[in-house]
């Protein structure tokens, strides 16, 4: 089966910006909640944001309120997460999913279909 591919993963300073990109061959998002996650080492993974594709809501953890945006190309055939100040708590391995923007906080979910892929590292460093 076919996962996510998540790119734009890096190394960048504290108060840096990336913008990582998700995106799965020949499928449209429309219609479907995707959602970023990340697991830091050590540490359980946890929900970042989602957003409902079709209409564009979208939601964020509280750790990242205000510094992260979540987006979806006029396609549906991709999904953004702009990440702007960075903080060294950050520093995961970030994967998308397709999920359910009601659920997706809930410690120990797991994605709806299609399962975890290989994800991109951003480290941040202070």
């Known amino acids: 089966e076919v996962q996510f591919v998540e790119s734009g993963g890096g190394l960048v300073q504290a108060g840096g910006s990336l913008r990582l990109s998700c995106t799965r061959s020949?499928?449209?998002?429309?219609?479907?909640?995707i959602a970023w996650f990340r697991q830091a080492p050590g540490k359980q993974r946890e929900g970042v944001s989602c957003?409902?594709?079709?209409?564009?809501?979208?939601y964020y953890a509280d750790s990242v309120k205000g510094r992260f945006s979540i987006s979806s190309d006029n396609a549906k055939t991709a999904v953004y997460l702009q990440m702007n100040n960075l903080k060294p708590e950050d520093t995961a391995v970030y994967y998308c999913?397709?999920?359910?923007?009601?659920?997706?906080?809930?410690?120990?979910?797991?994605?709806?279909?299609?399962?975890w892929g290989q994800g991109t590292q951003v480290t941040v460093s202070s």
């Open positions: 020949g499928v449209s998002f429309n219609n479907y909640d």
């Open positions: 999913v397709f999920s359910d923007c009601a659920d997706y906080l809930r410690p120990g979910v797991t994605p709806l279909y299609r399962g």
């Open positions: 957003i409902g594709v079709s209409v564009g809501r979208t």
